[in-house]
């Protein structure tokens, strides 16, 4: 075989997934990222690099469905790694699948190297400063959990008339993104695959109906302030667990996980209701049948919000590493994508 050229770009990255939803973590091949914040970072990447998300997100050596972890210097000096997360349509805020995730990838490929059963990771987010705990078993990483950041309930009992479905009531909540959540079952929608498409179709009216109709702040960061996705509500297909999430975000993503910055805005709301006392986990479906649990730890105040400090907990896998290139004379060098 011949040699790559040695001007072409090269970027290597680790396959894995938490729960079916897939994460690519990028581990080489980015040109320098300028910024002392992870906030910064995001938007000189979105300003400056963006060809690169499309070159990794879309065909053909992504999907419509894929997702990214591009590992970044952390803004915190006792902090071990920083992360820009990336999609279909742009870079979320947080990801709880994607720390999951990339926390088997980087301690079970050695890239960052602590030893002992018990193990923490302090990871800055563009959403803040996210924990992470894993047991090792055999020398590799089991369960795995992170402490989110302070998630709260934004709006309660919203309405909005849309088009084609009606009347719709909902909820937004803050997990590390911003969610509106609506009753499945009001809406008809049988939460598994074989409804995959009007999941989509319905979502997205959703998102797009309320971001037009809502103004969203974050208490403290403009870059937070938007609606990211919708999370469809229904009920758990195993008795064993207290229900299902489905979340349709960015350009008609389906996350395949239970969504664990959605599982955190789901405990927000179930907390303040009344529904779940401090330590009580709830196990939480995918689309399908994959399970987050979730647990609030303590109550915080966050800006003008009560707020909790949600735990995530759920396992992850590696299925394997990957070496894209990037051939100049390639009219499709920077891809295309179908939803």
């Given at each position: 075989m011949k040699k790559i050229p040695e001007d072409w770009i090269r970027i290597k990255t680790i396959e894995s997934h938490a729960a079916g939803e897939p994460l690519r973590v990028i581990v080489e091949g980015y040109p320098e990222i300028k910024g002392k914040t992870i906030l910064e970072k995001r938007r000189y990447v979105k300003e400056n690099l963006d060809n690169f998300r499309k070159i990794l997100m879309f065909e053909p050596r992504g999907h419509a469905d894929m997702y990214g972890a591009l590992l970044v210097e952390p803004e915190r000096e006792d902090s071990d790694i920083g992360v820009i997360f990336m999609h279909n349509e742009g870079y979320s805020t947080m990801c709880g699948h994607g720390i999951i995730a990339m926390t088997k990838v980087l301690l079970d490929m050695g890239i960052i190297e602590k030893n002992g059963d018990s193990v923490e990771l302090k990871i800055d987010t563009p959403a803040g400063l996210v924990i992470s705990r894993t047991e090792r078993k055999n020398g590799r990483v089991d369960k795995i959990s992170f402490v989110n950041?302070?998630?709260?309930?934004?709006?309660?009992?919203?309405?909005?008339?849309?088009?084609?479905?009606?009347s719709v009531e909902y909820d937004i909540a803050f997990g590390g993104a911003f969610y509106a959540?609506?009753?499945?079952?009001?809406?008809?929608?049988?939460?598994n695959p074989e409804?995959?498409?009007?999941?989509?179709?319905?979502?997205?009216?959703?998102?797009?109906?309320?971001?037009?109709?809502?103004?969203?702040?974050?208490?403290?960061?403009?870059?937070?302030?938007?609606?990211?996705?919708t999370i469809f509500v229904g009920k758990a297909k195993n008795p064993e667990n207290h229900s299902r999430n489905v979340c349709v975000f960015a350009e008609g993503e389906v996350d395949r996980s239970p969504t664990g910055t959605g599982v955190s805005a789901r405990a927000s709301i179930h907390y303040f209701k009344g529904d779940i006392k401090l330590g009580e986990e709830l196990k939480i479906e995918s689309i399908i049948g994959t399970v987050f649990s979730v647990k609030p730890l303590r109550e915080v105040k966050f800006g003008d919000f009560k707020a909790i400090i949600p735990e995530v907990s759920a396992k992850a896998y590696i299925t394997g590493e990957s070496e894209f290139f990037l051939d100049p004379d390639d009219p499709l060098k920077e891809g295309f994508i179908f939803r």
């Open positions: 950041v302070p998630s709260f309930v934004y709006l309660k009992d919203g309405k909005t008339e849309v088009e084609g479905l009606g959540f609506v009753d499945a079952n009001k809406l008809g929608l049988e939460l409804e995959y498409n009007k999941i989509i179709e319905f979502g997205k009216k959703i998102k797009n109906k309320i971001a037009s109709e809502v103004k969203i702040e974050h208490p403290f960061s403009e870059d937070l302030g938007f609606l990211y996705g």
